[in-house]
C-alpha cells in the first residue's frame, strides 16, 4: 500500500510566525498532491495542490514545495494566524489516478 | 463545503442494527467517494463511484455497502453495525482524475 506520513504530529508556533508542515510520500509513481487543512467538527478543505512537474506552488500566505529526490512535500503558511490552528494532512495518488492516500496530519497549534 | 451535504450529522446506535448514511452534491460532479476516519489515522477509502453504474471497493469495504441513486445522490450502509466501525464518516466528490477532492463536513457515527 501507499505511505504518506508526517515528520511532526503536532507543532506550535506563535502568531505572525511562518509554519513549515512536512510530509513523506513513499510512491515515486506520485505525480499530484494536495495539502487539506481540517478544523475541529468540518471536513477537510482544500488548501493547495502541486504536479509531480512543478517543485514549488504558491497560493495566498501558502507556498508548498516539493523534493522528487527524497519523495518529501511541504506546506508554508506565512505569518499564521488563529484561523489556522487545525489538523493538515496531505494527499498522494500513487500510481493510481482515481485515488488519492491520505497522510495522518499534523495538528498546528497557533499561539496568541 | 456547503455543496457536499451529509445526513446525519451525528448517530448514535446498537450493535446489530443497519444504518444508512446520506450524501448529496450540488457540485456536478460525477466521482463521489466514502471514508472513514479513525483518531490518529488518515482517511481510509471505503467505497467510490465514477458514475451511477460503477461502484468500486477502496481498502476497506467489509463490513459496508453503496448505492449511487443519482449522480448527486451517494449512500452508505452499514448492514449490521458493529462497535468498531464507529469512527468519521466522510462523503467527498471530484469532478475528473487529478482534481481534488471536495469534502462534506462528516458523519460522526457511535455504535454501542
Known amino acids: 500500500g501507499e505511505s504518506v506520513g508526517l515528520h511532526l504530529p503536532t507543532l506550535s508556533v506563535q502568531e505572525g510566525d511562518n509554519s513549515i508542515i512536512n510530509c513523506a510520500y513513499s510512491n515515486s509513481a506520485s505525480d499530484y498532491f494536495i495539502w487539506y487543512k481540517q478544523e475541529s467538527g468540518k471536513g477537510p478543505q482544500f488548501i493547495i495542490d502541486i504536479r509531480s512537474n512543478m517543485d514549488k506552488r504558491q497560493g495566498q500566505r501558502v507556498t508548498v514545495l516539493l523534493n522528487k529526490t527524497v519523495k518529501h512535500l511541504s506546506l508554508q503558511i506565512a505569518a499564521t494566524q488563529p484561523g489556522d490552528s487545525a489538523v493538515y494532512f496531505c494527499a498522494e495518488n500513487g500510481d493510481n489516478f482515481n485515488k488519492f492516500y491520505f497522510g495522518s496530519g499534523t495538528k498546528l497549534n497557533v499561539k496568541p | 463545503d456547503a455543496d457536499v451535504t451529509q445526513t446525519p450529522r451525528n448517530r448514535i446506535t446498537k450493535t446489530g442494527k443497519r444504518i444508512m448514511l446520506e450524501c448529496s452534491q450540488t457540485?456536478?460532479?460525477?466521482?463521489m467517494y466514502w471514508y472513514r476516519q479513525d483518531p490518529g489515522l488518515g482517511l481510509q477509502l471505503i467505497y467510490y463511484s465514477f458514475d451511477v453504474k460503477d461502484i468500486n471497493k477502496g481498502e476497506i469495504s467489509d463490513g459496508y455497502s453503496v448505492s449511487r441513486q443519482a449522480q448527486a445522490k451517494f449512500s452508505l450502509s452499514l448492514e449490521s453495525a458493529i462497535p468498531n466501525q464507529t469512527a468519521l464518516y466522510f462523503c467527498a466528490t471530484s469532478g475528473q482524475a487529478g482534481q481534488p477532492q471536495h469534502f462534506g463536513d462528516g458523519t460522526r457515527l457511535s455504535i454501542l
Open positions: 457540485k456536478g460532479h460525477d466521482r
